[in-house]
């Protein structure tokens, strides 16, 4: 088994600059950096604000080499995110391109953020387009077949007009591999493509118009789970039947190697209108979300398949004591019998093996949603100061997940496969529903002195 650290071999970036922004940047280089938040759905330096957050300004995140959720939630303690099944497991599991900021608040957002966010919530920043035409481009490599690049793009495109155009690639043949007969298929292998275009308009000082736009293509490995027995029962069999977890070398030995892809298509039009009570802002957004996952069953699935031609034939050439290099040495800890009838519903077999005894499992996951936020927020510079507004979304989502015989034929990527199917579907659940919501919100902050601030959210 591959070591799970890896080495970065090689980044290159080169970047197109106007002149004069670059001369600005080195001579303020030693001034103090004020950090702007968006948390309270306004501007506010992050010192003023009464809210436990973690920002990763522009800087940190080049410095830090964030490209992805799961390198800034790294550097943060008691912030997790975790891909067990599958890429897309997490929906905001995507290739970070373009970002200017992150924010991470914790603790319950609910009164700004609405029913999802009890826990926090984490708000991403991209950059906005320039006044002047800037490029940059990076490319990087390393091991396990790691290769990457960007490209972006942004500057004026008239006299109110500005545009900017993102790109990203990422391709990864992971840190494991499949030790069975296709040896060297990746079992946590990566391939992301994603885009991002952004439009600012400005006819006037007081209307602007931010209308953006991505699409992103995901594919990688799925259900890269393995496991030992730890059953106090079976320690009469031997002790490798209680195996402690942390000294164990997991390998990954299966016939169906895991393959996942999510496709997400978004848009969003941003409009504020600044009047001198206050600023209007409008916000619509709509999301487009599609992945199928294939993957080995597990654990022979009751023994379900113990008596099919393809589980039988698997059972004589793939057996525990013609194997062990897949299952280990006999009884440690997985035990597949060669066929017969006294062997038959006996043995004792492991998560994920190499014979079409476990099936195997398909799951999909559709979802289409579009929402829409109206909101009014008072003047900064003012002792009371409040925010109002209105939100509603339509979610309509459909899941998938079908468990069926692996009979050695190949599959179809489809929730249900009739009985003369390649792989005929046994047991199906198929969810299809709609939900709306519709919220309103607010917050109204009071001055108390020079330093304190008395904040009602609702």
């Known amino acids: 088994m591959k070591t799970p650290y890896r080495i970065i071999g090689l980044i290159v970036s080169l970047s197109i600059l106007p002149f004069a922004t670059a001369n600005a940047q080195q001579g303020g280089a030693a001034a103090i950096e004020e950090v702007v938040v968006t948390a309270r759905k306004r501007s506010e330096s992050l010192q003023d604000v009464p809210i436990a957050i973690t920002a990763f300004t522009e800087q940190t995140i080049e410095r830090a080499g964030v490209e992805r959720p799961a390198d800034f939630i790294s550097l943060m303690p008691n912030v997790t995110i975790v891909d067990s099944a599958n890429v897309g497991d997490t929906q905001v599991s995507e290739e970070l391109v373009d970002v200017r900021q992150i924010e991470v608040l914790k603790g319950p957002q609910g009164a700004l953020y609405g029913r999802n966010a009890v826990a926090g919530a984490i708000l991403v920043t991209t950059k906005e387009p320039g006044d002047e035409f800037a490029g940059q481009v990076k490319v990087g490599g390393g091991s396990d077949g790691l290769a990457k690049g960007s490209l972006r793009i942004s500057g004026p495109l008239g006299e109110t007009v500005r545009g900017s155009l993102a790109a990203s690639y990422r391709e990864f043949d992971g840190v494991y591999s499949n030790i069975y007969e296709n040896a060297g298929s990746g079992v946590d292998y990566l391939e992301d493509t994603t885009l991002r275009a952004r439009l600012m308009f400005e006819p006037n000082n007081r209307l602007s118009w931010d209308v953006r736009a991505g699409y992103s293509n995901v594919k990688g ?238």
């Open 221 to 458: 490995g799925a259900i890269n789970f393995n496991a030992v027995f730890a059953i106090p029962a079976f320690n009469a069999i031997g002790s490798n039947f209680f195996a402690d977890v942390n000294d164990h070398n997991f390998t990954f030995a299966f016939n169906v190697p895991g393959e996942n892809e999510q496709e997400t298509t978004e848009f969003a039009v941003k409009g504020d209108y600044a009047t001198e009570k206050g600023d209007w802002t409008f916000i619509a957004s709509f999301n487009d979300l599609d992945e199928y996952l294939l993957s080995d069953g597990t654990s022979a699935t009751f023994y379900g398949y113990e008596l099919t031609p393809a589980c039988q034939a698997d059972r004589a050439t793939l057996n525990s004591f013609t194997r062990p290099d897949l299952f280990g040495d006999p009884v440690s800890p997985f035990l597949v019998l060669p066929p017969g009838a006294g062997n038959d519903f006996a043995g004792i077999y492991g998560p994920y093996t190499p014979s079409s005894c476990d099936g195997y499992q398909y799951q999909e996951r559709s979802q289409k949603d579009s929402s829409v936020e109206v909101r009014f927020t008072s003047p900064q510079d003012q002792s009371v100061r409040w925010i109002a507004g209105l939100y509603a979304t339509e979610i309509d989502r459909e899941v998938v997940v079908a468990y069926g015989a692996d009979q050695g034929l190949g599959f179809l990527r489809q929730p249900y496969i009739d009985p003369t199917g390649p792989n005929p579907t046994d047991l199906l659940f198929w969810d299809d529903f709609e939900t709306s919501v519709i919220a309103a919100f607010g917050e109204i902050g009071f001055d108390i002195g020079e330093s304190s601030e008395l904040s009602i959210a609702l």
